[in-house]
């Protein structure tokens, strides 16, 4: 076991490496979080159409992420501040990571207008006229309360061309310094800052203030991410994040840039990927060296039927499993695998039954999060490299 590195915030060390890859405990004041990690969303302060008891007991997510652009709009940071933060207000008590806003920003690109002082946009529910800048990102999520926060960035699309991408990296640097600089104001004043009387597991340990994540921005262009690793890590961060990734580019290109510098990342502090991926991604992602992970795909697949399975993925809406007895994945032990047939769920689908993408969303979940202990496991034998190989040969059905 490597050393422990104590950010007052987080408590973070590397327990294990096989190449590049690498297994670590990420610890919050309220959580010990095993790494590699996935960590399910929960845009409005819950993970959709999945209970927290499920998360908690059959599942063990340790940390969920919830999105400030949201929460922001609805119901209001009063009133989540009111009632005593997100996790008091959802009853979540284990560890969350808030978003900056900056991706949802990024996607409504018919409402917005960014400037040097930040965006200026209109809501997507009413029309309402708004405006986001770093220190009220840092704001909202100070009042949300959440153990890891990150700064507020421009996500450029991948197509936009290298000087408009340079353009945006130096927006998002400026932007950085100011997040970290209005971070340190409010963990310093003791105004909200995540509610330090969490008792979570690690009280005590930690100084109970959140942490603040730098975002490594610069499209598909490997130079320019270099560059905004490097300047990112001099404004020091306590973790750092790759964004702007899985927006519209080629595949190849996103596998190139984690290649080039997830490894480069600073080794002292988790490294995140944000909103990838598939399983694959995943797979390629903790092979350079990445440790926490989000992504929709497990319930927004769910909703529509989509299932993730060990031998690749299926849509339970095909004909072929209306006489299927069999569960969605022969391999999983989940509660929905050990209890339901594909038939049965694929009846509840066809006749619009809510419980059917509640089901295959619980599957889905628990499909990413075994899938990341089996990477821990691998990991820690110095077997990845052979894990590797045969999932995704499995996945691809083409298995050996």
């Not at 991948?158 to 409010?186: C, N, P, Q, V, Y």
């Not at 905004?228 to 702007?244: H, K, N, P, Q, V």
Request: proline share 4%; charged share 25%; net charge negative.
């Amino acid at each position: 076991m490597e050393p422990a590195f104590n950010m007052g915030s987080i408590k973070w060390n590397v327990t294990a490496r096989d190449g590049d890859a690498r297994a670590g405990v990420l610890r919050t004041r309220r959580s010990v979080i095993e790494t590699p990690v996935f960590m399910p969303v929960g845009t409005q302060g819950t993970v959709k159409g999945v209970r927290f008891e499920w998360l908690e007991e059959e599942l063990d997510a340790r940390i969920i992420l919830g999105n400030t652009y949201h929460l922001w709009i609805r119901p209001g940071t009063e009133v989540i501040r009111s009632l005593g933060g997100l996790h008091k207000f959802s009853t979540w008590d284990r560890s969350l990571l808030t978003d900056s806003g900056g991706f949802q920003v990024f996607s409504l690109s018919d409402l917005r207008k960014i400037g040097e002082e930040g965006v200026e946009f209109r809501s997507h529910l009413d029309g309402s006229k708004l405006f986001m800048s770093p220190e009220i990102s840092m704001e909202i999520q100070s009042a949300l309360g959440a153990e890891i926060v990150m700064a507020f960035d421009e996500c450029p699309p991948g197509d936009i061309g290298k000087t408009a991408t340079s353009e945006s990296l130096e927006l998002t640097l400026r932007w950085a310094a100011r997040s970290k600089a209005r971070f340190e104001e409010l963990q310093d004043s003791g105004s909200d800052t995540g509610y330090l009387d969490c008792g979570g597991e690690e009280a005590g340990v930690l100084s109970g203030k959140q942490a603040l994540f730098g975002i490594v921005q610069g499209a598909g262009f490997v130079d320019l991410r270099a560059e905004s690793l490097e300047r990112t890590t001099e404004i020091g961060f306590d973790g750092y994040a790759i964004g702007g990734l899985s927006v519209g580019e080629e595949k190849g290109v996103m596998y190139e840039v984690l290649e080039e510098i997830a490894p480069k990342m600073p080794s002292d502090a988790p490294r995140y990927l944000m909103g990838v991926g598939t399983p694959e991604d995943i797979v390629e992602a903790v092979r350079n060296g990445v440790d926490m992970f989000d992504c929709v795909l497990p319930t927004r697949n769910g909703r529509t039927g989509g299932a993730f399975t060990s031998v690749g993925d299926l849509n339970i809406r095909n004909a072929k499993f209306a006489f299927d007895e069999s569960p969605l994945d022969e391999n999983c032990r989940c509660s929905v695998c050990r209890r339901y047939s594909r038939a049965y769920l694929r009846h509840l689908y066809n006749t619009k039954e809510m419980l059917a993408p509640i089901l295959i969303s619980h599957h889905n979940l628990s499909f990413y999060l075994v899938l990341m202990k089996d990477i821990r496991e691998a990991i820690g034998t110095g077997t990845f490299s052979e894990f590797r190989d045969k999932f995704l040969s499995l996945r691809s059905g083409t298995p050996d």
